[in-house]
């Protein structure tokens, strides 16, 4: 007779557990996001854009920023990919906003080491991080605004994860993301 040990990796976690761990990352990530916004530094009026990224790298709030930032956006990716395994739609957008949301966290990491070698952007000359900011700025976090309209879409259409009120708000929320990312 053989005997079979579970091992962690084969313990299911119970759905209610995943979905309380769900839901305190993206309180977390909410409860962050906000302020690392309302602490990003307003670029100066630079003649150019990127000596206006140049002042927002050397304001003392570009660290705090992008480092709430990163927290944030690392428990968007956290809670989105916990419940990814939900069906149709649904679990695709999901998919998209964990993928997405470990993208701006990656940014948001990079975002912390900017004022290296940024001396150039000062005289209008790229670098390094002008490409990771353009890169960030027209692609990653666009995407991570659409996957946020499209969860707060198809989770409120099929009832599984949010109400009709949370319905607008996220799919207005994400969309805004969207479009003020692409103008930045």
């Not at 906000?34 to 304001?59: A, C, F, K, N, Q």
């Not at 879409?153 to 708000?169: A, E, M, Y």
Request: hydrophobic letters at 55%.
């Amino acid at each position: 007779m053989s005997q079979h040990i579970q091992t962690a990796a084969e313990t299911p976690i119970p759905q209610r557990q995943r979905d309380v761990i769900s839901a305190w990352a993206l309180i977390v990530g909410a409860l962050l996001f906000l302020p690392s916004g309302i602490l990003h530094p307003e670029p100066s009026s630079g003649s150019t854009e990127l000596e206006r990224i140049y002042s927002m790298l050397v304001d003392p709030k570009w660290i705090p920023s992008a480092a709430l930032e990163l927290v944030a956006f690392v428990c968007f990716a956290l809670a989105f990919g916990r419940l990814a395994g939900m069906p149709g739609r649904l679990g695709q957008a999901l998919r998209l906003g964990s993928i997405s949301s470990a993208a701006v966290a990656v940014g948001a990491f990079l975002y912390l080491f900017g004022r290296i070698g940024a001396e150039p952007l000062s005289r209008d000359q790229g670098n390094w991080f002008s490409i990771v900011m353009y890169a960030t700025h027209l692609v990653v976090n666009p995407l991570w605004g659409l996957a946020v309209a499209a969860i707060a879409l198809f989770g409120g259409l099929s009832g599984l994860l949010v109400n009709r009120v949370t319905l607008v708000i996220g799919v207005v929320g994400g969309l805004a993301w969207m479009v003020s990312m692409l103008t930045a």
